[in-house]
């Protein structure tokens, strides 16, 4: 592992996986490809844009021209393709953006992958690559549908996606895997369950529910909040990722989680006794068309065969959680300032 393309590295996980590895080292360079959407955020990466290991470069991932030039000039030989559009509130009002980022512009990232990484390009039988090359797939365990009361997801669990989001990653996990059994193409899928952390942007739960709380505003819960997660700290998740890197076993699928099922309406709860604020400030809203009710992750098959194991504790992670968002207040006003508020109000205003 030398050169590492990382899609998506100024996102939530994406940035935070930056910062993993340049604290971890082991590598030459590290190219950051970004559309720089709503959730792109080059702040999240202000401390470390001056280390000479890293590149920043502005670009989608459908660019099959981009994307070669980029496997050419810095000889990449690891893709780790955290690129997609991820909300599920905003799948369902704009879902062709889902399928277009994710499917297609997951297999543009494979097309360029087996192209530079095989041996004979030309030769369709030969299954040949290069010696350490690799390209990881980073999915979700919504990609499983949802749970009753029991059991958990395991990696031989059926896709059965219930949102356009999930059914785009699904989508791309199929499309990853073909690439694997019809290519030879050297890859890895890892699925996780619910991140938290730091540089969440502001539309998922967590940094939501403290924004509106730091500011007296209603917390808007789905339903009766009773839908259940299994929370993962993205530190945890990051690390997970660098050691299937490492130690993964080409083809294989990895589900990663936290072992914290939490239901919403407890997270939210936690985050206003944490603040010293009212229970009077829930607001229940209408519960968003195919809501899955749980997810729990079964992450055996990672802790046993790659020797991973989350380090956090939803108590210590959700503290320190909240304690950034309180002390990072400039970062969060300058996103709130900018077309956040206007998606905010179009999904909860009416509901």
């Given at each position: 592992m030398k050169n590492i393309l990382v899609t998506g590295g100024a996102g939530f996980i994406g940035s935070n996986f930056v910062h993993l590895m340049l604290e971890r080292g082991g590598f030459e360079t590290l190219i950051n490809?970004?559309?720089l959407t709503y959730a792109g955020n080059l702040d999240n990466l202000a401390d470390i844009e001056n280390d000479p290991r890293y590149i920043f470069v502005k670009g989608d991932i459908r660019d099959a021209g981009l994307i070669g030039s980029l496997f050419d000039k810095y000889d990449i030989d690891t893709v780790v393709n955290f690129a997609a559009e991820s909300h599920v509130d905003r799948s369902i009002t704009d879902p062709l953006s889902f399928v277009s980022t994710n499917v297609v512009g997951t297999q543009t990232l494979l097309d360029a992958?087996?192209?530079?990484?095989?041996?004979?390009?030309?030769?369709?039988?030969?299954?040949?690559?290069?010696?350490?090359?690799?390209?990881?797939?980073?999915?979700?365990?919504?990609?499983?549908?949802a749970l009753g009361k029991e059991g958990m997801f395991?990696?031989?669990?059926?896709?059965?996606?219930?949102?356009?989001?999930?059914?785009?990653?699904?989508?791309?996990?199929?499309?990853?895997?073909?690439?694997?059994?019809?290519?030879?193409?050297?890859?890895?899928?890892?699925?996780?369950?619910?991140?938290?952390?730091?540089?969440?942007?502001?539309e998922?739960?967590?940094?939501?529910?403290i924004n509106n709380a730091k500011a007296d505003k209603p917390l808007p819960?789905?339903?009766?909040?009773?839908q259940i997660?299994?929370?993962?700290?993205?530190?945890?998740?990051?690390a997970a990722i660098a050691t299937v890197l490492e130690k993964g076993v080409d083809g294989e699928v990895y589900n990663i989680g936290g072992n914290n099922?939490?239901?919403?309406?407890?997270?939210?709860?936690?985050?206003?006794?944490?603040?010293?604020?009212?229970?009077?400030?829930?607001?229940?809203?209408?519960?968003?068309?195919?809501?899955?009710?749980?997810?729990?992750?079964?992450?055996?098959?990672?802790?046993?065969?790659?020797?991973?194991?989350?380090?956090?504790?939803?108590e210590e992670g959700i503290a320190e959680t909240i304690q950034w968002y309180l002390d990072h207040q400039t970062w969060m006003e300058k996103i709130l300032s900018g077309d956040y508020q206007n998606y905010y109000e179009r999904m909860y205003q009416n509901a």
């Open positions: 490809l970004d559309a992958a087996k192209n530079h990484w095989k041996v004979d390009p030309k030769d369709k039988y030969s299954n040949e690559y290069k010696p350490g090359v690799k390209y990881l797939q980073v999915s979700t365990d919504e990609v499983y549908g395991r990696e031989t669990t059926p896709l059965s996606p219930n949102s356009p989001y999930s059914a785009s990653k699904a989508s791309a996990d199929l499309m990853v895997r073909a690439y694997h059994n019809t290519f030879g193409l050297p890859c890895n899928i890892t699925r996780c369950s619910n991140n938290y952390g730091p540089y969440q942007f502001p998922k739960l967590i940094p939501l529910m819960v789905y339903g009766d909040g009773m997660r299994d929370w993962l700290h993205v530190k945890d998740h990051c099922e939490k239901a919403n309406i407890y997270i939210v709860g936690l985050i206003l006794q944490t603040l010293g604020k009212g229970e009077d400030l829930i607001t229940h809203v209408k519960d968003r068309p195919g809501h899955d009710r749980r997810y729990a992750i079964d992450n055996t098959k990672i802790t046993t065969q790659l020797g991973w194991a989350p380090a956090y504790t939803f």
